[in-house]
């Protein structure tokens, strides 16, 4: 039982992470845009709210935890989202490749990420090791009203808000995508933008809200990662990076679905987590172990594209630039 | 339409740009992007932009030594950009090269621990190690466009899970491997009897990985422009529907190039670690295969083009690590340099392509 609780927790936690990532990449890709710049935005996300908090909490002579956290919560939206816009303007304006002006996103992101993650500290004349321990207890707080139900408690609302917040996040979006006409016009434009257009539709405006929206939304995972799941520190080990993609692998696995995405992303946290619970494993054998969610997400993906159900496949236009006078 | 409703800049394709014209952009491109950087680097450390590129030039060709690192560094990129060519000029999205390399760098690997005591001579070895790293690569390519050519499964999805795969399967490698003991890290293979290493070629350490990615670079520029094959690919590329109007079976060639193009980036997972790490651990890659992509699309899938965006960008990697040390920053400095002049490298070639008219011009032949 203890050992079941403990999966379920980690997954819980690390599955929200995740979540976070792939919901503002379904919302991206919803508009035809495939931006494989979120293991980027999600360091972009992870480190300024780390460093607005860090700051705050250096240069205020009383910090408290809660306005360091919004502190953080505000740094990492405007970042991500400044890393959606510049991503957007190249590739919709500009009208660069997706992929590849993705890629160079990750590149940057996870350049800056691990440049400040690195030299923070000394820039800002400190020692060892950076920690916003008052922000990072903010982050991780839970209401006590349901201390006394033992495991319940401990299953179900034992989890910092931002774990909530992405379940709520989740069926908001999947409410607005299916059941407004914002939603729809949406929908429209990732599907085939040339009739989105001659429907009036502003498929340059909807393509630059849904990225930039999309990436704010993915970099709250990197903030949830660096504020919760690591406890308000940083290290240079390229997890974030790691946890990007699997955010895009869950994209693909929810097949393009936010409510889709909650049970997908636990899902993974178990998968990756499993080889923690399972006896006789050695440091070789849990490596195949860690493998699961990337071949789950494989198979989904072939059954998907051998199905041919219409409801579960990719925007029609997705990747696709789309540019006006070209037919 | 009432001059009211004109938009304030209006966009239209041209129709194609001189040679030289096309390349002052992307110069200048790359000079705003420096200025950029410059701007960076003053704000992040406070120094003098112009001295810190004077010393990113002394930190990659001060000595020779830096030099052939430099030099070697160039090469694997390039390779990998080179295997990345056939694919992308089809059109195939191949973000495995990440995977590709590794599995490549396995099987070199493998053989030269199993193989290295001295029952084979080197060259053999390294023949046998060349071969083994082909055939690893070219099956980690070969598995997604087998799936994209029978039921178009997404190829960018699926060769980026390939290379987790690929990963997964290196840390389980390494515990075998591992020495010294418990480190969790495979360290120098063979350092005693450097069975399996390139032997040095015109009394250079690297002349062997030169040779191998420039004879590989001018044979598949030749086989791409003035082959059958690359012929085909090309159509692919174009368009599937005029290839297979024209006769072409399009799921051979989607599964012949992707295996040629994975074989070629398992080959530099050879090179990784024959030629240049002696070793093999989840960094063997290190992100190359992900900027190579960038280096393949920048140069139109031209691998001669392909040399100088590697050097160009290797050399910005290396000179960023150089300044980071001199001036005590970290490295990831380098990241943010390249992942800037990138961008505005990208986003030039809008300014190639596309012709901008602003409303207030006087409008002559605006109704085009």
């Known amino acids: ?148 139900l033992g495991v319940v408690d401990k299953l179900l609302f034992n989890y910092g808000f931002m774990a909530y917040l992405a379940v709520a996040l989740a069926i908001l979006l999947s409410w607005v995508l299916n059941r407004t006409s914002v939603g729809l016009n949406l929908r429209a434009v990732g599907e085939n933008p040339a009739t989105a257009d001659a429907a009036g539709i502003n498929v340059t405006k909807y393509k630059y809200m849904a990225t930039c929206i999309g990436a704010a939304i993915s970099g709250l995972g990197g903030l949830y990662y660096v504020m919760d799941y690591i406890n308000g520190t940083w290290a240079n080990d390229g997890n974030i990076e790691a946890l990007g993609w699997l955010a ?34 050695n440091r070789s054998s849990q490596e195949i172990f860690k493998m699961l969610p990337y071949i789950v997400t494989m198979i989904v993906l072939i059954s998907v594209s051998l199905r041919h159900k219409r409801e579960d496949q990719p925007p029609m236009s997705l990747g696709l630039p789309y540019f006006r006078e070209e037919r | ?188 293979i063979n350092s005693a009897n450097k069975m399996g290493w390139f032997p040095s070629l015109f009394g250079q350490m690297y002349g062997l990985n030169v040779l191998i990615v420039v004879v590989l670079t001018v044979a598949m520029f030749i086989y791409l422009k003035y082959s059958k094959h690359g012929y085909e690919i090309g159509v692919v590329g174009e368009s599937e529907n005029t290839a297979r109007y024209a006769g072409i079976n399009v799921k051979t060639v989607v599964v012949r190039s992707m295996t040629i193009s994975g074989a070629i980036c398992g080959l530099a997972g050879f090179l990784a670690v024959a030629g240049a790490d002696h070793s093999i651990s989840v960094n063997t890659s290190g992100g190359r295969g ?27 990697e290396k000179g960023a690590i150089a300044i980071a040390s001199q001036f005590q920053l970290s490295n990831d400095v380098s990241d943010i340099l390249t992942g800037v002049i990138l961008f505005f490298i990208l986003g030039s070639e809008f300014f190639i392509n596309y012709k901008l008219k602003f409303s207030f011009e006087h409008r002559e032949g605006s109704k085009k």
């Not at chain 1, 039982?1 to 890709?29: P, Y």
């Not at chain 2, 930190?59 to 030099?71: E, K, L, P, S, Y």
């Not at chain 2, 490549?104 to 053989?111: K, P, Y």
Request: overall charge positive; aromatic content about 12%; some cysteine.
């Open chain 2, 1 to 188: 339409m009432s001059i009211k409703n004109e938009p304030l800049i209006r966009i239209s394709k041209r129709d194609g740009m001189a040679t030289w014209k096309s390349w002052a952009v992307r110069i200048i491109a790359l000079l705003l992007s420096l200025i950029i950087d410059a701007i960076i680097i003053y704000a992040i450390a406070g120094l003098n932009p112009l001295s810190v590129y004077k010393s990113m030039f002394d930190g990659v060709f001060g000595t020779n030594r830096r030099m052939w690192a430099w030099i070697r560094d160039m090469m694997m990129l390039l390779c990998i950009g080179v295997g990345l060519a056939p694919a992308f000029k089809m059109r195939f999205w191949n973000i495995g090269a990440e995977g590709q390399i590794l599995a490549g760098g396995i099987a070199a690997a493998a053989c030269m621990i199993y193989l290295g005591s001295g029952a084979v001579p080197n060259w053999l070895l390294l023949i046998i190690m060349a071969a083994a790293s082909l055939v690893a690569g070219a099956v980690w390519g070969m598995i997604p466009s087998i799936f994209k050519a029978k039921w178009n499964t997404n190829e960018t999805l699926f060769t980026l899970m390939m290379n987790y795969i690929a990963i997964q399967f290196t840390s389980f490698f390494i515990p075998f491997w591992e020495h010294p003991a418990g480190s969790n890290t495979v360290g120098t």
């Open chain 1, 1 to 148: 039982m203890t050992q079941f609780i403990s999966l379920f927790t980690t997954a819980v936690r690390f599955g929200s992470v995740i979540m976070f990532g792939a919901m503002g990449e379904v919302l991206t890709e919803k508009s035809g845009q495939l931006n494989l710049g979120v293991p980027g935005i999600m360091y972009l996300g992870g480190i300024c709210g780390l460093i607005g908090s860090f700051l705050y909490e250096l240069h205020s002579p009383a910090p408290s935890g809660t306005v360091g956290m919004i502190i953080a919560l505000v740094c990492a939206l405007a970042a991500s989202a400044l890393g959606g816009l510049v991503y957007s303007f190249i590739t919709i304006s500009l009208r660069a490749n997706q992929n590849v002006t993705g890629l160079t996103l990750t590149i940057f992101g996870s350049g800056i990420a691990n440049f400040f993650g690195a030299s923070l500290n000394k820039m800002a004349g400190g020692v060892g090791q950076i920690s916003v321990a008052l922000t990072s207890r903010a982050f991780r707080w839970t209401q006590p009203l349901t201390d006394g």
């Open chain 1, 248 to 281: 895009v692998a869950l994209v693909i696995f929810a097949t393009w679905k936010p409510a889709r995405t909650i049970w997908g992303a636990y899902l993974f946290g178990a998968l990756y987590w499993l080889y923690n619970f399972i006896p006789g494993l």
């Open chain 2, 290 to 316: 992900f900027i190579a992509i960038i280096v393949a699309w920048m140069a139109k899938f031209n691998t001669l083009v392909m040399i100088l965006i590697s050097a160009l960008i290797v050399f910005l």
